[in-house]
């Protein structure tokens, strides 16, 4: 018998409360499967930048800059509509980028009224260690499947994603 894990002991634990509505088996262990990774890569990007010394939205806010289409520059309220936040919760979280010395706000050479936001070399420095600790954590995370496996599970949940998103064209504060 194959080894069992935390969501077959889980569905198990279900199916016997779950006779007077269909329960499929499966369908239970995609879902909840797919919930555990899911809180797992939270706690790995969690350790990643707590341990470079981010807070999380320091981190949100440097990645959303850094992987524009226009690396590393944005309006504020590009990157507040970006990141589901207000005009004055993202002047807040600018502020402190920028006394730490990670972001820069400059004026718009085009106009002087708008103002940009570019990341500085810290604070590119500073996200790619972050991203260098998350990278090795998710290479570990998927080591045990062979590189064949890998690319089936990318398929078949790219599959599911792309049936999600037609079934609900708008996500929560905009993003996937």
């Known amino acids: 018998m194959a080894e069992s894990d935390w969501t077959d002991r889980h569905v198990a634990r279900w199916r016997d409360h779950w006779v007077d509505v269909p329960f499929d088996d499966d369908v239970e262990g995609v879902v909840v499967r797919i919930g555990r990774l899911q809180r797992y890569l939270k706690g790995t990007m969690q350790r990643a930048v707590t341990e470079v010394g981010l807070q999380d939205f320091e981190y949100e806010t440097l990645h959303s800059l850094m992987i524009r289409d226009t690396p590393g520059t944005a309006s504020p309220t590009d990157l507040a509509d970006e990141l589901g936040v207000s005009g004055a919760g993202m002047t807040g979280r600018l502020d402190k980028l920028e006394q730490a010395g990670w972001v820069q706000r400059t ?70």
């Open 107 to 176: 004026a718009a050479p085009d106009d002087r009224r708008r103002v940009v936001v570019e990341i500085t070399k810290a604070g590119a420095d500073i996200w790619r260690q972050a991203m260098a600790l998350r990278g090795s954590q998710e290479e570990e995370m998927v080591a045990v499947l062979t590189p064949n496996e890998r690319t089936t599970i990318n398929r078949l949940l790219k599959k599911m994603t792309l049936h999600v998103e037609s079934l609900d064209t708008e996500t929560p504060s905009g993003k996937p």
